[in-house]
C-alpha cells in the first residue's frame, strides 16, 4: 500500500486490522468481512477526482492480494453523502477528446477492479449516490440503500453535458433492462432508494428508521449472506425476476429498435435538439447492449470524448459553477453577519401567489398562517395549496400521510391572530401601491421588533412600500415567479434602507426553501422583468414591421426559450404585462416606450391565456395563433419586408444583451452571474447557452458592440451600445474570468 497509509488500530478495536489512507480506510474484521470506507475528512461530500481514483487504483490491487477476506463493503464515511460523482473541474479543463476518452477508460479500468475482485463486493449507500458514486456501485456485485432524505441515485450526467462514462451506460441497462436504464439516464432523473430498489438497481432497502451506524451491521450480515450460495443465487433470481417483464420487449432485436426510436424520438422532443449528451448517452446504450461489456465500454469512453470539449457541456458547467456560487453566496459582500434562522412564517394575501408560497413552505415543514380579508378568500388560498399538493401526490414525489402532516401546517386568519411570534412575513397582496402601504403599516404594530418584512410585489418600488413602516431597514422584496413550487428563481430585492441583515436572512430563507436567490437593488422592474419588458416590446415592435406572430415566437423557441416572447405574455397575462410596460416606460422614458400593439390588445379586453385569448386562442389545453389579432392591429402595422429568423432572434437577444449589461453598468446587481442566473432560472433562458452575459462573451464583447451599433443604425437609439460594453470591449475584458 502507499506510504502515507499507516496502522490505526486503535480507533477500531473490533477490527483485527485496519490501515488507513488520505482518502479511504480499510478495516477486516474477524468474520472475515472487510470494509473499504471512502471519507474526504476535508470535503463536504465524497468527490471521485484523480486523486481519489488512483488511491483507489492502489487500494484493488491490494485487496486482491488479501487472502482471508471473505467479501467487502464498499461505504462512506458521511452520513449524507456515499459519493457525489466524479470532479466537475476537471471535466471543465479537458479540450481534448483524445483526454476526456482516456479519462473515462482509467475509470472503466479501475471499476472493472472492483468487479474482478475474487470475493463478493457490496455497495452499502446511504446519502447522494450519483454519476461516478452510482457507476462504482454498479461495479459491485451487490448494493444496499438505506432509506434517508438524502439518499437519491442516479446517472446526472447529462446535465452537464457528458454521459455516465465510467460504465453507467453499459452496466446499469444490463441489470435493470433497456427502458427503465433509458429513463434515468436520458434526462438524467435521481430516485430514492425504495424505488430504486423496485427497479433493481439495488437488491436491499433498509428502511428510514434503521439506525445510522448499523448500516455496517447491515451490510455485514448481508455480506456474510452472500457466502451460502442458496442465497446469492436467490437474490440474482429477484434481480432477474424484476427485469422480467421489461425484458419480453427487449429480448429480440426488432423489439429494441423500437425501444430506442421511441427514446430518440422522446429526447428530441424534449431537447429541440439544442443538447447532444441525452442523444450521445442513448448511442452509447444502443450499440454498446448486446455486445460484450468491454466493446460496450469503449463505445461508452469514446463517445463521452466526443462529448466533453462542446461548447454545450463547457456552457453546463458553467451553469452548475454558477448555482455553487450562488450557494455560497450570503447576499452581502464580505459580511460576518449570522442569518436569523425563520421558524414561523405568515403570508398576507391568500391569493394565487399567496396560496402558492403557503404551499411551499409547508412543503418544506415550516408552520405558515396566512391572512385575508375575509373567509372566502382564505378558502382559495387554502384551495390552491392543496391543488399544489395533490399534484405532488399524483406524481408520486410525496407520499399521502405526509401531505397531510405537511398540509395541516397552514393556519388561516381574517384578523391579524398569531402573528406576534411570526419571524418572517411575506406580503402577496394586491398589486396596488395604496394597499400594500396600508398592509404595511397595519403588519408592523402586529409582530415583534426584528421580524422580517418582505414583498412579493413584481413592480412596485420596495423603497416606497418601506416609506409606509416606522422601521424601513427590515423591508424587502421577496419575489417569487409564478408557478411558486416549480420557478427556482426568487428575487431579493433591497430597498434604499434594507439592512444588510434582513438581506442575509432573506437570501438564506430563500436557500430554505430550495430556491435560488439573487440580490438586486430597487429599480423599475428590478432585474427580470427589467429585460424582460424590453424583449416583450421588441417582440411586438416587429409585428408592427409585419412579422407575424408564429414566426417570432418559433424564432425564439429555436434559439432555445421554453417560449416565445408572445406566448410568455399571454401567460403572463396582457394586462399584467401592460401595467409592468407602463411602469418600465415612468423608469426609463421612451426607450421602454411599450408598442401599441400591446395597449391595443389590452384595450380589446385580450387577457391572454388566463381569459382563453391573447396573441393565441386557448382552448381545451391547446392553443393557435388568433388571426383576429391581424384585423385587430392592422392600422398599427407595416410591410417592411420580410424578416429572416436570424434578424428576429438577432433584435430579440441584443435587446435582451443591452439591457443584461445595462443592470451590470447601473450595479443593480453585484456580479453578471447574477443577471446570468436571473435569466436561467427566472426565464427559461437556454442553458445550453450558458446565461445571456456568458452568451454574449462566447459572441465576442466587440462583436456585441458591433451588433447594436449597426441594430442602432437601423432600429432607432433603442439598441445604443452601454458605455461599460464599449469599455470592456475596447480593454479585452470580460464578464468572466475563464
Ligand atoms: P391575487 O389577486 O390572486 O391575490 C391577492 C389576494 O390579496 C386576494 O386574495 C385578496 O383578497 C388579498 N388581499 C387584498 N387586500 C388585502 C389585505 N388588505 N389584507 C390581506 N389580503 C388582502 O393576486 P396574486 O396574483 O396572488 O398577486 C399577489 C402579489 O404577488 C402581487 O403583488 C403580484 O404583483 C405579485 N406577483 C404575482 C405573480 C403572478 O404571476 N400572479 C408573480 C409574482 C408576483
Redesign the pocket.
Known amino acids: 500500500m502507499t506510504e502515507d497509509v499507516k496502522q490505526d488500530t486503535k480507533t477500531m478495536e473490533e477490527s483485527i486490522r485496519a490501515k488507513k489512507g488520505k482518502a479511504f480506510k480499510l478495516t477486516e474484521r474477524e468474520s472475515g468481512v472487510a470494509f473499504l470506507e471512502l471519507n474526504l475528512e476535508e470535503q463536504k461530500v465524497n468527490i471521485l477526482s484523480s486523486e481519489v481514483m488512483t488511491e483507489l487504483d492502489k487500494w484493488l490491487d491490494e485487496l486482491r492480494t488479501y487472502t482471508g477476506i471473505k467479501a467487502l463493503v464498499i461505504l462512506s464515511g458521511k452520513e449524507d453523502n456515499f459519493i457525489a460523482g466524479a470532479d466537475v473541474g476537471e471535466i471543465k479543463d479537458i479540450v481534448d477528446p483524445e483526454e476526456g476518452t482516456q479519462k473515462a477508460k482509467m475509470g472503466q479500468a479501475i471499476f472493472q477492479k472492483i468487479y474482478d475482485l475474487p470475493f463478493p463486493v457490496i455497495a452499502a449507500i446511504q446519502g447522494t449516490c450519483v454519476g461516478g458514486g452510482l457507476e462504482l456501485a454498479l461495479a459491485c456485485h451487490f448494493r444496499l440503500a438505506k432509506i434517508h432524505p438524502k439518499t437519491k441515485i442516479g446517472l446526472p450526467e447529462v446535465k452537464l453535458g457528458i454521459l455516465p462514462g465510467f460504465g453507467g451506460t453499459q452496466r446499469l441497462p444490463r441489470l435493470i433492462g433497456i427502458q427503465r436504464a433509458l429513463r434515468l439516464i436520458l434526462p438524467g432523473k435521481l430516485v430514492d432508494a425504495k424505488y430504486a430498489g423496485k427497479l433493481g438497481i439495488v437488491d436491499k432497502v433498509l428502511p428510514l428508521d434503521y439506525p445510522g451506524s448499523f448500516i455496517k451491521a447491515a451490510a455485514e450480515e448481508f455480506a456474510l449472506s452472500m457466502q451460502q450460495s442458496f442465497l446469492r443465487s436467490a437474490y440474482e433470481k429477484k434481480r432477474n425476476a424484476k427485469r422480467l417483464h421489461a425484458i419480453l420487449l427487449e429480448s429480440n432485436s426488432l423489439g429494441q429498435k423500437f425501444l430506442f426510436k421511441q427514446a430518440r424520438k422522446r429526447t428530441l422532443k424534449n431537447t429541440k435538439g439544442h443538447y447532444p449528451a441525452p442523444l450521445k448517452a442513448l448511442e452509447s446504450v444502443e450499440k454498446g447492449y448486446g455486445k460484450s461489456l468491454q466493446e460496450g465500454l469503449e463505445i461508452e469512453a469514446k463517445l463521452l470524448g466526443e462529448l466533453i470539449t462542446t461548447d454545450v457541456c463547457k456552457n453546463l458547467i458553467s451553469i452548475y459553477y454558477l448555482n455553487e456560487a450562488l450557494k455560497k453566496d450570503p447576499g452581502v459582500e464580505k459580511t460576518k453577519l449570522q442569518h436569523v434562522e425563520v421558524k414561523n412564517v405568515g403570508v398576507?394575501?391568500?391569493?394565487?401567489?399567496?396560496g402558492g408560497i403557503a404551499q411551499l413552505l409547508a412543503y418544506h415543514d415550516l408552520p405558515v398562517r396566512m391572512?385575508?380579508?375575509?373567509d372566502a378568500?382564505l378558502n382559495?388560498?387554502f384551495q390552491k395549496a392543496e391543488r399544489v399538493f395533490q399534484k405532488a401526490v399524483e406524481k408520486k414525489k410525496l407520499s399521502r400521510r405526509d401531505m397531510k402532516r405537511k398540509y395541516t401546517l397552514i393556519s388561516g386568519t381574517t384578523d391579524y391572530s398569531g402573528f406576534s411570534n411570526m419571524d418572517f412575513v411575506i406580503e402577496?397582496?394586491?398589486?396596488n401601491m395604496d394597499?400594500?402601504k396600508?398592509?404595511f403599516s397595519e403588519i408592523e404594530e402586529k409582530v415583534g421588533e426584528n421580524t422580517v418584512l418582505a414583498?412579493?410585489?413584481?413592480?412596485?418600488s420596495i423603497t416606497e412600500i418601506a416609506s409606509a413602516v416606522k422601521k424601513p431597514e427590515r423591508v424587502i422584496g421577496f419575489?417569487?415567479?409564478?408557478p411558486v413550487h416549480r420557478m427556482p428563481l426568487v428575487e431579493i430585492i433591497r430597498g434604499q434602507k434594507t439592512s444588510d441583515q434582513a438581506t442575509v436572512t432573506a437570501v438564506a430563507f430563500a436557500k430554505r426553501l430550495g430556491k435560488i436567490p439573487i440580490v438586486v437593488k430597487n429599480s423599475p422592474g428590478f432585474l427580470v422583468n427589467r429585460i424582460l419588458g424590453p424583449y416583450i416590446n421588441e417582440a411586438a415592435l416587429l409585428l408592427e414591421e409585419g412579422a407575424k406572430i408564429m414566426e417570432v415566437d418559433k424564432a425564439m423557441v429555436e434559439f432555445g426559450m421554453p417560449m416565445g416572447p408572445l406566448h410568455l405574455l399571454d401567460e403572463?397575462?396582457i394586462d399584467?404585462g401592460y401595467e409592468v410596460s407602463k411602469i418600465l416606460q415612468k423608469g426609463f422614458e421612451n426607450r421602454m416606450a411599450p408598442s401599441r400593439i400591446i395597449e391595443r390588445l389590452n384595450e380589446d379586453g385580450r387577457l391572454g391565456k388566463k381569459g382563453g385569448q391573447g396573441f393565441y386562442i386557448y382552448e381545451n389545453k391547446s392553443k393557435e395563433v388568433d388571426t383576429a389579432v391581424y384585423d385587430l392591429i392592422k392600422d398599427l402595422t407595416r410591410s417592411d419586408g420580410e424578416l429572416s429568423k436570424e434578424e428576429i432572434q438577432e433584435r430579440l437577444v441584443f435587446t435582451m444583451i443591452k439591457e443584461g449589461i445595462l443592470c451590470l453598468e447601473e450595479n443593480l446587481v453585484r456580479h453578471p452571474r447574477d443577471v446570468d442566473a436571473g435569466l436561467v432560472f427566472g426565464t427559461g433562458f437556454p442553458p445550453f447557452r450558458g446565461g445571456l452575459l456568458r452568451y454574449a462573451q462566447s459572441l465576442g464583447l466587440k462583436t456585441c458592440l458591433d451588433k447594436l451599433k449597426g441594430l442602432t443604425e437601423k432600429c432607432g437609439p433603442r439598441f445604443e451600445p452601454p458605455e461599460l460594453l464599449q469599455k470592456m470591449a475596447e480593454n479585452d475584458e470580460t464578464f468572466y474570468e475563464d
Open positions: 398576507l394575501g391568500a391569493g394565487l401567489m399567496g391572512k385575508d380579508i375575509d378568500a382559495a388560498g402577496a397582496v394586491v398589486e394597499v400594500k396600508q398592509v414583498s412579493n410585489t413584481s413592480s412596485l419575489h417569487f415567479f409564478n403572463v397575462g399584467v
